[in-house]
């Protein structure tokens, strides 16, 4: 990944409550991506018109780097296809797209949650003190280390047009899908899971 040192594209955000899917059985992820769905119940998403996204970045959260943000280069065109996918599927609700100084309702806020979990096991294996006048001895201890690689991908709907008091602003739809890492072909899978992320949420259309 070529990823570079950024600031992330929404800060503030308000926890608000969710109205959630159900998840699929996790042995689908091998051929497809799982998708779970959530929704703020109180959001008007009738008197949602524009929206904002990155072009070419999205963010980038993981327990082994301190990395932030994951930008689209021609080796690994990762971002820009995720972000593309996005967009389209924006469009093809009848959002419209303007840059973020051009007021927009929502923002769309990309991001990978990768977390990397390593395990260790230590086997003792017996000792014997004596085996029959043979004398003692024993093994030395064995260690297993296991380690377990995940990634999410998260696409989040931000109202920008009902801001606070604070100037904070609210999550009112966001999608996790994964996992990405050990998808068969994380790209093209991870553009399949927008496209059903959207179509399992028929309040946005």
Known sequence: MNIMKRYLFFLAVIPTLWSCEPEPDNLRLLDQLVVSTNYD?????????????????IGYVSNTSRDTIWTFT??????????????????????????RDQDPDVGMNIYIIENLNLFQQVYYPNYY?????????????????????????????IDLKNRNAN???KIVWNAYMGDVVNSVNYEQQSIDAIRTAVRQSPYLH
């Open 41 to 57: 119940p109180d959001a008007a998403f009738g008197t949602y018109k524009y929206y904002t996204i990155p072009k070419d970045t």
């Open 74 to 99: 021609t080796a690994q065109p990762y971002p820009r296809s995720v972000i593309n996918a996005v967009r389209h599927q924006m469009d093809s609700l009848g959002f419209e797209y303007v840059d």
């Open 167 to 169: 100037n904070q602003v």
């Open 129 to 157: 003190s004596n085996y029959y006048g043979y004398g003692g001895y024993y093994y030395y201890p064995v260690v297993q280390t296991y380690a377990q690689n995940t990634a999410t991908l998260v696409v989040e709907m």
